[in-house]
């Protein structure tokens, strides 16, 4: 449905009198654009914006640029400016965009289910060398992002990633964004089903459909037998269970997001067959899309629509107004105490065995990842994974080549085997690239877990730390042991510094039946950027005194 196809009357009992302001719900006629996002939006598609790149504003470079698509439309297909070097975070939030901003891009390449071949692979890093200054970082959506993009050359760059099944279609803006899947989907010993065929229907169908390229915001999916993507944390996730009497099946959760406002998905109670996986998520992105808040982009998400309908309303109007029919009532999954993150060896279904390695904080570059191919291919497989922990798996290994291929990645610097620290470390773009951030975090990632690795190597239990650059939350902030939120503190001196705010105890993954928890912010805990190995620590070595036999 486009901007101007949406029914002016609601469809599910409006109000007689006309329309009002309201939170700018479509679907209860308020069309008119509330804010300045929803006015681009409603001016011109997003999805557009892909032919002028081409036609003009490749050939014209950065400054041939409009505005409005510069900092609004180019997300629709993957690109950012990104921030220019030099601006400390303190400036964040005191400079106009474009003052922030650089001539370069950031470029997201979704890969939905996080699934790549070696041609796949080899593009990345082709483009990645050539185009993005050897950039190249494994995200916690199972994307690849690439930095120092020119505008001149995105048709070359989308002429090799399309050339080989890949794309840059809604990877950022109000769209359908990539679909995360298990990272060991049709090759996991637990896997019932495997969802990959419903990611790739989905994909095929509705990415880049301009029905569904106006949403009040972002829409985050997840779809995968096993609990290992953070499902909870998505607008919407199908979870592998078995119905009783139906048998396999997909349970379905709604509304769920972290950032400034988290809040996790509710579960709807229903039981969704594979086959009908892409005619459910159609209902529930449509009902987004014509009930989501559009009046102030704080409240758009879809979880603020679900925290005031709650799940039973949902699940009645995706029913009687998206559907046309009952959903099956179905029982809660069982989910794991701690999120699985695959690393390590293990065995596949089918005898042969995949191996999950830990770059530090998902940083890699287009140079590792050509060699990871050559390495790949010279130990048989044809066949790699992005976790949703920013992991690189690879799938499909005889027994024989297990050892060997171990030891060539760990050349590069990929660790199968890593510490608890570099294991358990996630951090999202910070300050290096990102506009908002207001602190490094890749690079301090990386010292924080080189620095932990000398002070508690003998450190023996599963910790998670999540450093991001402001409250956005990008890695998951909330639902880490540790969660670092990007802050300007004071240093011991007094002068302002980059730090953190501390969430203690979050973690998705809960057993059955009971909520996972949001990190506890520690009331006015704060640690400099610099204090953060002690600190942390600090929270290990009184972590190893106190816990308790098993914990
Ligand atoms: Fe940028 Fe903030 Fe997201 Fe980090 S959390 S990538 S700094 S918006």
Redesign the pocket.
């Known amino acids: 449905m486009t901007a101007t196809a949406v029914p002016a009357s609601s469809r599910s009992g409006a109000p007689a009198k006309g329309p009002r302001r309201g939170e700018g719900q479509w679907a209860l006629g308020h069309r008119e654009p509330l804010n300045p996002n929803e006015r681009f939006k409603k001016d011109d598609d997003g999805l557009n914006v892909r032919q002028r790149i081409e036609s003009i504003y490749a050939k014209g470079g950065f400054a041939s640029i409009d505005p409005t698509d510069l900092r609004g439309r180019m997300r629709w297909w993957g690109l950012y400016t990104q921030r220019a070097p030099g601006i400390d975070g303190g400036r964040t939030a005191v400079l106009e965009p474009h003052e922030l901003e650089d001539e370069y891009f950031m470029l997201r390449v979704r890969v939905d289910g996080g699934q790549l071949d070696l041609a796949q692979l080899r593009a990345i890093a082709n483009v990645s060398t050539r185009y993005g200054r050897d950039t190249a970082d494994i995200t916690d959506r199972q994307n690849i992002q690439l930095h120092w993009i020119r505008i001149e050359d995105m048709p070359a760059i989308w002429k090799e990633i399309e050339g080989v099944g890949l794309d840059t279609t809604e990877a950022c803006g109000d769209t359908p964004r990539v679909i995360l899947g298990s990272p060991v989907a049709g090759v996991a010993e637990a896997e019932v089903l495997d969802a990959t065929e419903a990611i790739r229907e989905i994909h095929g169908k509705f990415i880049g459909d301009p029905e569904l390229s106006n949403l009040p915001r972002k829409f985050k999916t997840t779809i995968s037998w096993l609990p290992d993507t953070p499902y909870e944390a998505n607008d919407i996730a199908f979870l592998g269970v078995i119905h009783p009497e139906h048998g396999p099946g997909f349970d379905l959760w709604v509304g769920g997001g972290l950032s400034t406002n988290p809040m996790l998905a509710k579960r709807l109670g229903v039981w969704v067959p594979m086959h009908e996986i892409a005619e459910v998520w159609h209902g529930v992105i449509k009902i987004f899309r014509d009930y989501g808040y559009r009046r102030l982009r704080n409240r758009a998400r879809l979880k603020f629509l679900m925290a005031d309908w709650g799940p039973e309303k949902f699940r009645e109007i995706l029913e009687t107004e998206y559907l046309d029919r009952k959903l099956i009532d179905g029982p809660a999954p069982e989910l794991p105490e701690r999120p699985v993150d695959h690393v390590g060896i293990h065995k596949q279904w089918d005898g042969k065995y995949y191996v999950g390695v830990a770059p530090v904080a998902g940083r890699v570059s287009g140079s590792i990842l050509a060699k990871v191919a050559d390495i790949v291919e010279a130990h048989g497989s044809g066949r790699v994974r992005l976790t949703p922990y920013q992991k690189l798996l690879v799938l499909d290994l005889e027994q024989d080549q297990v050892n060997s291929l171990v030891a060539a990645l760990r050349e590069i610097g990929l660790e199968a085997t890593p510490s608890a620290w570099r294991r358990g470390t996630m951090a999202?773009?910070?300050?290096e690239f990102?506009k908002?951030?207001?602190v490094e975090?890749k690079a301090r990632a990386a010292s924080l877990v080189e620095e932990l690795e000398k002070r508690l190597a003998e450190f023996d239990a599963d910790i998670s730390i999540h450093l991001?650059?402001?409250?956005?939350?990008?890695?998951r902030t909330q639902v880490a042991d540790i969660g670092l939120k990007?802050m300007i503190v004071p240093g011991p001196d007094g002068t302002q510094v980059e730090g953190f705010q501390v969430h203690l105890g979050g973690g998705l993954g809960m057993a059955a039946g009971q909520t996972a928890g949001f990190g506890r912010k520690v009331r006015g805990l704060k640690t400099t950027a610099e204090e953060l190995p002690e600190y942390v620590e600090r929270l290990a070595r009184r972590y190893l005194a106190t816990r308790t036999e098993g914990e």
């Not at 999202?428 to 300050?431: K, L």
């Not at 991001?468 to 890695?475: K, L, Q, T, Y």
Request: charged residues 0%; contains cysteine.
């Open positions: 999202c773009t910070g300050i990102c908002l951030a207001i975090t991001n650059g402001c409250p956005n939350a990008c890695a990007g």
